[in-house]
């Protein structure tokens, strides 16, 4: 299941909502919860219960709307100062601010606010709403820091993938232009899938996976017969979803580092498998034991790297991922856990 994105609630026009739903369950609380007089019934009590939830309300909105923003603006001092001026104010006020409340309604039997005690209320309420919005703004902002960091670091892997596809381009337009329409028709594909189906966080995995195809199909007219690729997908996809591009790199990077070891076949091997929300990768492709690699630190990894982060930034401590190498073989492997 496409995981829910919560910040909504909190943004308009779903914020406002959101507070009127919790007010109404506080009002239902309070009529559960809360013992009354037995002369209490009826309209008398529905005139308390809303009463009793201005009590807890007005402090909290008074706290978080006007204090909570000064104590940002002004600093600590001020913001004291305001806070200790405005729970003064609530406790001489408030009991007037309810007992005009219940002259609106049509009984006799009223609470009269000026003899209750309404001083724990108001420093409590105006306690929990800071924390309240202190620990929600902290999150909603933590969100978009994470958020912010996955757009730069798709940014990265975007534009990392297709400077590897238009060398794969340019090398098949000088050696074989008969197959450049099927190479363009999947070039086109891909692009289409990276421009406008991964804006959101999450996609369906057959998405995704139809998008590794395209890819693995590119690379199949590339290399033509000198490589033995093969892709499988064991399991259903139904109800899965995913990070958009992000296993795409693995794939890339076994094609990228398949090599020729002599008189043998080159291959890349790719198998996902799916139990339940569980997914597994891996992907073989052969290497030259002999081979040693010119390493470059500015160069070297940045689309592991980058999908390092992400799978870190998405998927923090839900997945696992090895690499092993012996003799002509590559072995990646990869398990996460889609929430």
């Not at 990265?156 to 794969?168: E, M, R």
């Not at 999908?307 to 073989?329: F, G």
Request: aromatic fraction near 12%.
């Amino acid at each position: 299941m496409k995981p829910f994105d919560w910040t909504i609630l909190f943004i308009k026009p779903y914020k406002i909502y959101t507070h009127v739903v919790f007010w109404l369950l506080v009002s239902f609380a309070i009529i559960f919860f809360k013992e009354y007089p037995e002369r209490m019934t009826g309209l008398t009590m529905i005139c308390l219960v809303v009463q009793v939830t201005l009590e807890f309300m007005i402090p909290c909105y008074s706290q978080n709307l006007l204090v909570v923003p000064f104590f940002k603006k002004r600093g600590w001092l001020w913001g004291t100062a305001a806070y200790l001026l405005q729970v003064g104010l609530l406790i001489f006020l408030l009991p007037y601010v309810l007992n005009a409340v219940g002259m609106l309604f049509p009984i006799t039997d009223r609470v009269d606010w000026r003899n209750e005690h309404v001083t724990f209320s108001v420093v409590t309420f105006t306690l929990i709403a800071t924390i309240y919005k202190v620990a929600l703004d902290g999150l909603i902002l933590d969100k978009k820091r994470k958020e912010n960091e996955l757009m730069h670091l798709k940014a990265q892997l975007n534009p990392h993938f297709l400077f590897n596809t238009l060398n794969n381009l340019y090398g098949l337009s000088v050696a074989e232009s008969k197959k450049l329409p099927g190479l363009m028709l999947r070039l086109s594909e891909l692009l289409r899938y990276s421009l406008y189906d991964t804006n959101q966080s999450h996609v369906p995995l057959k998405k995704e996976l139809d998008y590794i195809t395209n890819y693995v199909e590119l690379e199949k007219i590339r290399l033509s017969d000198k490589t033995d690729i093969k892709m499988e997908v064991a399991g259903s996809t139904t109800d899965l979803y995913i990070a958009p591009l992000l296993l795409i790199i693995f794939i890339e990077n076994g094609f990228k580092h398949v090599s020729h070891a002599k008189d043998r076949q080159s291959y890349v091997h790719i198998m996902f498998r799916l139990n339940h929300k569980f997914l597994q990768l891996e992907v073989k492709n052969s290497i030259d034991p002999d081979y040693s690699p010119v390493k470059s630190e500015s160069k070297e990894g940045l689309g592991l790297n980058n999908v390092k982060q992400r799978l870190d930034l998405i998927y923090p401590q839900q997945y696992s991922m090895s690499t092993t190498q012996e003799n002509d073989c590559f072995d990646l492997k990869l398990e996460i856990e889609l929430s």
